[in-house]
């Protein structure tokens, strides 16, 4: 394998894990976010009426 | 028939569960920016979902892997760029930062902001016309998709495809932006999980080694060299950073992520992180179009490539993703990759389809009312408005969905469709955040000059991609310096000029 062979295996191994943890979390944390943004949404929709 | 009962259980499923999710955003709809802009209430994590479920499609997938099927690891460097160019936006805020201190709903809203509301008309018109043709290509790729992977009759394809579009418009047309955030959370995690599966599968029956073996035997060091490998070389990198830079501040769909969040800073975080998930976006993919071509390359010779033949029969470069992926995920994993693949469509679609049509109403019939003398409307009839141009859109994007097929490799055609309006936007913007002396004038000749640079070359003279991108970016940037320099000078910030025209919601 050449030098242009291992550098782009080194960058799909890195965007490769880079994809999964991130999906992790944001599964995680995404849903946390959700609720605040519901939260916020009915928080402005009182103070507007 | 490819498909099992219980892929076609999984599939209906989904979709009715990403039905139900995406109504529940009707009761939040208050206002225009709630419909638009989710009352500007985006955290960081659910940013990062909605961001990179709109655009990451099926569409997205199947050009990838394309790309990734006829010039092999080389094309690695298309999805470096588009991730390198949005961390970089993201670490330093370039653009993205000052226009979400504006408080936009729209790209085009910031050319009346620093420019004048007939340049904004303008833009409006020519964001809209470019993004509505863009993906009107959408409709015809993911039904090949959906049509190769299941071994669904081509006779219903066209009843599918508009089944799944009537039920994005309606929860899109109900919910706006914030339906779509919703959905996008669900879309997003599911279209991860049918992107890992995918990747597992095609590095296991495929195999690292045999795929760099026959990339190298096919294509020898221009499959892996992104400056040799004669479709790129450094004209096109270099037009591709440009482009990255400009689809990840100006294109329409992003920048309405950004204008969502809850705070400047926000933006910022949700961008960076993206442009990780844009890495493996383009990168993962790619590496299934080489997987693609490792086990069913084997048919007479195209540009240099095998194309590739399922049990005798020769396909396009396109659809050896789908057909690969039929030949080896079992009952089950195929219906969750296809509800995955069925998530990642939808999710682009609504957000397109709001994004495009907030264009239309915003920035060409409101602005236009205006300019004619009209009153404003009520909030409550701007809000109609939306929905009925939303609705008119995907309309339109049935018929020309499945009238239009593009020529040549869909990513490329892709690009220089959005160069024709991104090439203008991009540099008006840029001139006007970042020079005082940027004018009406300038912009006028930015955008008209970015249009022809993309459309004269490309299209008349059947120039090169990367010559056409060159000439609009070049273009643009030549019209705005001399249109400034000849015009009146502005002397005005784009904040001072809001304030003076009270325009920012």
């Not at chain 2, 221009?222 to 037009?239: C, E, H, M, R, Y």
């Not at chain 2, 050896?320 to 992926?325: E, S």
């Not at chain 2, 859109?393 to 239009?404: H, N, P, Q």
């Not at chain 2, 008209?448 to 000439?471: R, T």
């Amino acid at each position: 394998m050449t030098g242009w062979g291992y550098f782009w295996g080194t960058w799909l191994l890195i965007s490769g894990v880079a994809f999964a943890v991130i999906t992790l979390v944001v599964a995680v944390k995404g849903f946390q976010d959700l609720r605040a943004m519901f939260a916020g949404l009915s928080a402005k929709e009182r103070a507007d009426k | 028939m490819n498909f099992a009962t219980i892929d076609w259980v999984i599939v209906v499923v989904y979709l009715a569960a990403s039905m139900l999710i995406g109504l529940l955003g009707r009761k939040y709809v208050g206002n225009t920016a709630h419909f638009l802009v989710a009352g500007r209430e985006l955290g960081t994590y659910i940013g990062i979902a909605t961001l990179a479920a709109t655009e990451i499609g099926t569409i997205t997938f199947m050009y990838n892997s394309e790309l990734g099927y006829r010039y092999g690891f080389a094309a690695f460097s298309a999805a470096l760029i588009s991730g390198i160019a949005m961390i970089f936006v993201g670490r330093t805020g370039f653009v993205i930062r000052r226009l979400r201190v504006l408080r936009l709903m729209t790209v085009p809203e910031y050319f009346e902001v620093k420019y004048s509301r007939g340049l904004r008309i303008v833009t409006g018109f020519l964001v809209a016309l470019g993004g509505i043709l863009n993906m009107g290509v959408f409709l015809k790729i993911e039904g090949e998709f959906l049509t190769v992977i299941s071994g669904l009759n081509q006779k219903y394809l066209v009843a599918t495809m508009i089944a799944i579009l009537l039920l994005e418009l309606i929860y899109t047309t109900v919910g706006g932006m914030i339906s779509i955030v919703i959905t996008d959370y669900l879309q997003y995690v599911l279209l991860s999980i049918a992107t890992i599966i995918i990747t597992i599968y095609a590095v296991h029956f495929a195999g690292w080694h045999a795929m760099v073996a026959k990339v190298t035997s096919v294509m020898g060091g221009d499959g892996f060299n992104p400056i040799t490998a004669p479709k790129f070389g450094l004209s096109f990198l270099v037009w591709q950073m440009l482009l990255w830079l400009a689809i990840h501040t100006c294109w329409q769909t992003t920048a309405m992520r950004m204008f969502s969040t809850k705070s400047p800073e926000v933006s910022k975080r949700v961008m960076t992180w993206t442009g990780f998930i844009f890495l493996g976006r383009g990168m993962l993919p790619m590496l299934w179009g080489i997987a693609a071509l490792t086990l069913l390359g084997h048919g007479a010779l195209i540009g240099g490539v095998p194309q590739p033949v399922v049990h005798g029969q020769t396909l396009a470069p396109i659809d050896a993703m789908p057909a690969m992926l039929a030949m080896l995920l079992g009952p089950g994993i195929r219906g969750i990759v296809v509800a995955g693949m069925l998530a990642a469509t939808m999710s682009v679609n609504s957000s397109y389809l709001l994004g495009w049509s907030a264009v239309i109403s915003q920035d060409i019939i409101a602005p236009l009312r205006k300019q004619i003398g009209r009153p404003p409307v009520s909030d409550a009839t701007q809000l109609l408005i939306n929905r009925i141009c939303n609705f008119a859109v995907g309309v339109f994007l049935i018929f020309w969905g499945l009238l239009y097929t593009p020529p040549g490799a869909v990513y490329l055609y892709l690009n220089i469709t959005g160069t024709i309006f991104l090439a203008g936007a991009f540099v008006c913007v840029i001139g006007g955040l970042y020079w005082k002396r940027a004018n009406t004038s300038g912009g006028y000749c930015a955008m008209l000059m970015g249009a022809a640079g993309a459309i004269i070359p490309f299209f008349f003279l059947h120039k090169s991609e990367s010559f056409a991108g060159f000439a609009a970016f070049g273009l643009s940037a030549i019209g705005l310096l001399i249109g400034s320099m000849l015009g009146k000078s502005a002397n005005t910030t784009a904040p001072e000029r809001a304030a003076q025209i009270g325009e920012v919601q």
